[in-house]
């Protein structure tokens, strides 16, 4: 964090302030998606950053999965969602952050006694009880995903105070998630996930399983999710050895 700001003011760095107002334009749809961005040069000169602040702030954008760059063409607002994988974020604040406006319907909140597979992937020996949220997940009228997701009792004793965010909830009760695994498969959707997700039978889907944990080791959640494969692109950065 310190680095992050200047010495001398202790204000953040130009970068990030530019990259925060550019979030915020993002966010408030003053930009849509698809749209480009004033080029590296006009943002330069009618901000009075160098073009190196700019590159900076924009790259980070990219990373973050806000912005396209197609080479030539200039800088866009990302159009489909780009899930950075590195980044252990929610569904709520993933669409939040581009000014689409979360929504759930849930089919399911109750408790119940672990099944072998939960009790197998939430580390819980068998006849504990769990959370069970089913749900469809929408920005505005649009379905984007379906989620299955399984907490232990001992953590979500209510799964009924989840309206929105359970990351949000899960915060509350001081149990938010900090690390994860998470796994992807491609899937064509079946006839019923298809209908949910107002999209052909048969079109492709990832189906992921995140399990993630507590500080303490303890895992909180284990999510089945089926997102919809013409919205959601996953994407990672990767490193040599
Ligand atoms: C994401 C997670 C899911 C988590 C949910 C919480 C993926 C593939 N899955 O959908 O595991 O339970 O966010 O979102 O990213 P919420 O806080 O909005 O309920």
Redesign the pocket.
Known sequence: RRLSRDPATSQPLAYLRLRRAIRNVVEHRDIEPGQALPSERDLSRLLQLSRVTVRKAISGLVEEGLLNQRHGAGTFVAERII?PMSRLT????DLRARGLN?R?EFSERVIGEVTPEESMALNLSPGVLVARLHRV?YAKEEPL?I?R?VVPASILPDPTI?Q?????VLEALGARPRRAL?RLRAVSLGAQQARLLHVPAGSAGLN?E?R?FLDDGRVV?F?T?W?RGDIYDFVAELQTD
Do not use: G, H, M, N
């Open positions: 899930k929610s569904f709520t604040e979360p759930s997940r995903a989620e997701s989840v929105d965010s359970l990351y949000q998470q992921i995140r993630s959640e999510t999710s997102y």
